[in-house]
């Protein structure tokens, strides 16, 4: 069993930043597998964000969020975080972070098999 706890999220105005956590625990070896990040707006389906291969040297956008968000790992931690910059009121949603069932990432939320209880961004304009 693995559990994935995030933290990080907040209010915030339009072009601030934030940057969440997860922190993984359980037993499973997280330098194993890839991690991403997702989020939900109310409404919405739930949609990819960002993805980590095990090892951090590869990563992956969506392309609403290319160039302002960043995510990165660190395996002795058993932790990965976003780093959110330039947020835009649309940002605002539940962010839930994910591991991979595999080493590399996914755009797709059918390849991740444990799910964090998500935490809130709210990006006021």
């Known amino acids: 069993q693995v559990q994935l706890v995030e933290s990080g999220g907040g209010l915030v105005q339009a072009g601030g930043s934030l940057r969440l956590s997860c922190v993984a625990s359980g037993r499973s070896t997280f330098s194993n597998y890839a991690m991403g990040w997702f989020r939900q707006a109310p409404g919405k389906e739930r949609e990819f964000v960002a993805a980590?291969?095990?090892?951090?040297?590869?990563?992956y956008y969506a392309d609403s969020v290319k160039g302002r968000f960043t995510i990165s790992r660190d395996n002795a931690k058993d932790a990965v975080y976003l780093q959110m910059n330039s947020l835009k009121p649309e940002d605002t949603a539940v962010y839930y972070c994910?591991?991979?069932?595999?080493?590399?990432?996914?755009?797709?939320?059918?390849?991740?098999?444990?799910w964090g209880q998500g935490t809130q961004v709210t990006v006021s304009s």
């Open positions: 994910a591991r991979r069932q595999g080493s590399r990432g996914s755009y797709y939320s059918s390849d991740y098999d444990y």
């Open positions: 980590i291969s095990w090892s951090g040297g590869r990563t």
